[in-house]
């Protein structure tokens, strides 16, 4: 059942929703700065540990007889006989020799420790074996003979006891409220108390801090209150001035006067009330008005003794006409925002919703970073003020110039690019040329001979592996010929080199003359070809017979050639 309440209690938590009344103890009280309770109900040790420690306390510590005879009070008004309590007593996993471990025989408070000038135990003399955890500890009473005293007992933390017994301890405390003789015969007064720990009722030696008490029929509530760093609370309420004076003598430091019908308190002679209208303290000198306002103090020149208190930009008077407190400025109407509104101490802040920006006070949508941008193929958002321009597939931005786009391939080959309203009109990447079936072959620089020594080809590009022989021994470029030398002497001195193409979105890009030679072998080799089928044509038609027929098919070769040249994808 506890178990069930407990569940009820934890889960809305969790889930944000508003929590359950706390359970109630049957019984309670509190000993100067501690407090019992006892909770009954089925319960497991754990789930009574965390009852108790969702209240602000920990299960009971029965460190001496004067906790055992709390216990013993708690349950003289509770009918059933012999209910097992859990206390905060509990053995870990392991085995130990009881007879060597004190008088705990190795259990442990749930607080850490063994502290104790008390131990109950129900069967002592029977223990002959270790004991082995992980155990814990219940008290039981036994109402027959009289009186019932509890003594401990050792029982599995996963069995289900009656109830369990909770401690709260609190720094300061107040005594029960003191209330005129004459005002309670005259009329029927009752006092409810309540405890921060959930326990109501009107019988108690002493109320712990945060305690509030409701006195009827006067209408009068209060709190226990202490002052940081006192061990004895007072009640107190938040409204300033004197209550009944029936009740605490109205609350007033010394005198409580209700002869007029409303309550007032008044002061010694060298004493000016202070601003909770109950508390006193000697007439302060004209020059400490400043330690009597939060904020600043006017002094009135008129009036001796007398003084105003003013708060900054921002605050307010609060009741007591002393301190200051902030002024939401958010609920005022119209709103100071143009959408969201968050108040701060002496001040607020606007604030925009998802999807807006705050801009000179007002909230708009932000710009597309996109907007006014040259991509040639696509553009792509960065964040909300950058971005990025993207190609199509086959294609990767241009290293020199990222907003316009040029063909890339990093394999021996790949599809070429054509015009889908002219096939024959078709594009390759550099370093490729336009094979069957519309496809670019990568072009294999290493059998042109564009290396003297060793070639490596890569997809687009190619690298020589300069030799000794090479002004570039040992180095990686496009070119390690000695005739070159001089012509770099104004540069680096040193060869370009060629980057090693891998898997990335950038082309490999060659050197510039890679173009030159590629285009000079092509022209050479053209007019060898043209030169030899003219020299074949001039023999062959001196046979007469078929010239006709020779001018078609010598004709058509340079014809294929120039096509070839013609449909040769002219560089990106």
């Given at each position: 059942m506890l178990r069930v309440l407990l569940l009820g209690m934890l889960a809305p938590a969790g889930l944000g929703l508003p929590v359950p009344t706390d359970p109630q103890p049957r019984g309670s009280q509190c000993i100067e700065h501690d407090c019992f309770a006892l909770f009954r109900g089925p319960a497991t040790f754990l789930a009574a540990s965390q009852v108790c420690e969702h209240l602000q306390g920990h299960l009971m510590t029965v460190r001496s007889s004067v906790a055992a005879d709390v216990i013993s009070l708690l349950l003289s008004g509770d009918s059933d006989n012999g209910p097992?309590?859990?206390?905060?007593?509990?053995?870990?996993?392991?085995?130990?020799?009881?007879?060597?471990?004190?008088?705990?025989?190795?259990?442990?408070?749930?607080?850490?420790?063994?502290?104790?000038?008390?131990?109950?135990?129900?069967?002592?003399?029977?223990?002959?074996?270790?004991?082995?955890?992980?155990?814990?500890?219940?008290?039981?009473?036994?109402?027959?003979?009289?009186?019932?005293?509890?003594?401990?007992?050792?029982?599995?933390?996963?069995?289900?006891?009656?109830?369990?017994?909770?401690?709260?301890?609190f720094k300061a405390s107040c005594r029960p409220l003191a209330v005129e003789s004459r005002a309670a015969a005259a009329a029927s007064v009752s006092i409810t108390y309540s405890t921060p720990f959930g326990a109501r009722g009107a019988d108690f030696q002493a109320l712990p801090n945060g305690s509030s008490a409701v006195v009827a029929p006067f209408g009068v509530e209060l709190v226990c209150a202490a002052e940081a760093g006192k061990v004895e609370a007072r009640w107190s309420r938040e409204a300033p001035g004197a209550w009944d004076c029936s009740v605490e003598n109205g609350g007033c430091e010394h005198f409580c006067n209700q002869s007029a019908g409303t309550p007032h308190c008044?002061?010694?002679?060298?004493?000016?009330?202070?601003?909770?209208g109950r508390s006193c303290a000697t007439a302060p000198a004209e020059h400490s008005c400043e330690t009597l306002c939060e904020h600043f103090c006017v002094?009135?020149?008129?009036?001796?003794?007398?003084?105003?208190?003013?708060?900054?930009?921002?605050?307010q008077?609060?009741?007591?006409?002393?301190?200051?407190?902030?002024?939401?400025?958010?609920?005022?109407?119209?709103?100071?925002?143009?959408?969201?509104?968050?108040?701060?101490?002496?001040?607020?802040?606007?604030?925009c919703y998802p999807g807006y920006e705050l801009v000179d006070g007002e909230c708009v949508e932000p710009l597309d970073p996109c907007f006014g941008s040259n991509c040639e193929y696509q553009c792509q958002p960065l964040g909300q003020t950058d971005y990025r321009c993207v190609?199509?597939?086959?294609?990767?931005?241009?290293?020199?110039?990222?907003?316009?786009?040029?063909?890339?391939?990093?394999?021996?080959?790949?599809?070429?690019?054509?015009?889908?309203?002219?096939p024959d009109n078709c594009r390759c990447p550099e370093g490729y040329i336009l094979d069957e079936g519309s496809m670019c072959t990568d072009i294999d620089e290493c059998d042109n001979g564009y290396c003297p020594?060793?070639?490596?080809?890569?997809?687009?590009?190619?690298?020589?592996?300069?030799?000794p022989d090479s002004p570039f021994a040992g180095q990686v470029g496009t070119d390690c010929d000695t005739s070159k030398v001089n012509e770099e002497e104004e540069g680096s001195g040193e060869p370009s080199a060629s980057p090693t193409p891998g898997a990335t979105l950038s082309p490999s890009p060659t050197g510039p003359m890679h173009s030159g030679v590629l285009i000079g072998i092509s022209i050479a080799s053209l007019s060898l070809v043209v030169a030899l089928l003219a020299l074949l044509c001039h023999l062959r038609k001196k046979q007469g017979a078929m010239r006709a027929e020779l001018?078609?098919?010598?004709?058509?070769?340079?014809?294929?050639?120039?096509?070839q040249q013609v449909r040769t994808p002219q560089k990106l």
């Open positions: 097992t309590l859990w206390i905060g007593l509990q053995f870990p996993p392991g085995c130990n020799d009881p007879g060597h471990l004190g008088p705990l025989r190795g259990f442990q408070w749930v607080t850490g420790d063994q502290n104790t000038s008390y131990s109950r135990w129900a069967r002592l003399q029977e223990e002959q074996t270790p004991i082995c955890g992980p155990l814990c500890v219940a008290v039981s009473t036994i109402r027959s003979p009289a009186p019932p005293e509890p003594v401990w007992e050792e029982q599995q933390c996963t069995a289900e006891a009656d109830g369990f017994l909770c401690e709260f301890e008044f002061c010694l002679g060298d004493e000016i009330l202070q601003a909770d002094n009135n020149p008129d009036v001796p003794g007398s003084y105003t208190c003013m708060c900054e930009t921002g605050y008077l609060a009741a007591d006409q002393h301190r200051c407190e902030d002024v939401d400025d958010c609920l005022q109407v119209p709103s100071l925002c143009p959408q969201r509104c968050v108040n701060k101490k002496g001040g607020f802040e606007c604030q190609c199509a597939e086959g294609f990767v931005p241009k290293p020199s110039d990222p907003n316009r786009c040029q063909m890339f391939c990093n394999q021996t080959s790949c599809p070429a690019d054509c015009d889908p309203n002219n020594q060793e070639c490596r080809n890569l997809p687009g590009s190619y690298q020589c592996l300069c030799g001018e078609y098919k010598c004709g058509s070769p340079a014809k294929e050639v120039v096509l």
